[in-house]
């Protein structure tokens, strides 16, 4: 969790950057959440890799003790007509507070009404919630009916 704000701000900004790919690093939290944030359409691909580029097609290293600080998850950015799909990815969770919202809170969030102190998502935003079978966008949330931690809004 306490990178997560990095790796948001640098979603955030490589694409602002126009960049086609980045690399955050490989945690289990961002593998989960980069695997919804494809599913959901934001990324075109993730491929794991390291520091060079990511892993040859075919050939993939799987992460050891020795090489963990130099692993990097890399996340295909996508654009549509030539604009970006990702203009704001900002936490909602932070060490000091942490946002955790049940089924209901979950499906007033979507319904666009304000849960606890958090406005609702507008049109063609999402949030992603971490719960204990993993990292779902919130719509997926309340069909696998789970509440959780929200972790990020993305649109």
Known sequence: MPQLHHVCSHIQNASKARQGITSIPTTRLNLRLALAMK???????????DYSGPDPVGRI????????????????LKFIDNERVISKCEVMSRGNRRLFFNLRE????????RAQTIKGLGMGECMFIGTDQGVFEARDAIRRRLGGEALCRVS
Do not use: C, H, Y
């Not at 599913?39 to 890799?49: D, E, I, T």
């Not at 290293?61 to 295909?76: A, C, D, F, K, M």
């Not at 979950?106 to 009404?113: L, N, P, T, V």
């Open 39 to 49: 599913q959901a359409g934001f990324l075109s691909s993730v491929q794991p890799g």
């Open 61 to 76: 290293i799987p992460v050891t003790p020795e090489n963990v600080g130099s692993r990097r998850l890399w996340l295909g």
């Open 106 to 113: 979950i499906e007033d969030m979507i319904k666009g009404r």
